[in-house]
């Protein structure tokens, strides 16, 4: 089992920044990656950013130049810096860690965008 434990949420003016955590139960290098998704009201789920263990990086285009993922292995925590954005960006942020054929959540974080 992975306990994952986001923060960072908020209410921010479009051309903000904020920054979101997620502190995992388990070493996160036994991981085999450790993503961010994001659900907007009325949209299916997607995925924001993606980190494997093996240090491979990848961002929806929407994100790209904006945001930025990235871990700290000592403190079994992954991070995404959100910086200049959007109203489009609003959603609630959750923090998945995929660990074999199983892929474990966290309890989500909202993040409203203001124009």
């Known amino acids: 089992q992975v306990q994952l434990v986001e923060s960072g949420g908020g209410l921010v003016q479009a051309g903000g920044s904020l920054r979101l955590s997620c502190a995992a139960s388990?070493?996160?290098?036994?991981?085999?990656?450790m993503d961010w998704y994001r659900q907007a009201p009325g949209k299916q789920r997607e995925v924001v950013a993606s980190?494997?263990?093996?240090?491979?990086?990848n961002y929806v285009d929407s994100v790209k130049g904006r945001f930025t993922i990235s871990r700290d292995n000592g403190k079994n925590t992954v991070y995404l810096q959100m910086n200049s954005l959007k109203p489009e960006d609003t959603a609630v942020y959750y923090c998945?860690?995929?660990?074999?054929?199983?892929?474990?959540w966290g309890q989500g974080t909202q993040v409203t965008v203001s124009s």
């Open positions: 998945s860690a995929a660990w074999g054929v199983r892929r474990y």
């Open positions: 388990v070493g996160i290098l036994r991981l085999n990656a």
């Open positions: 980190a494997t263990s093996g240090g491979s990086i």
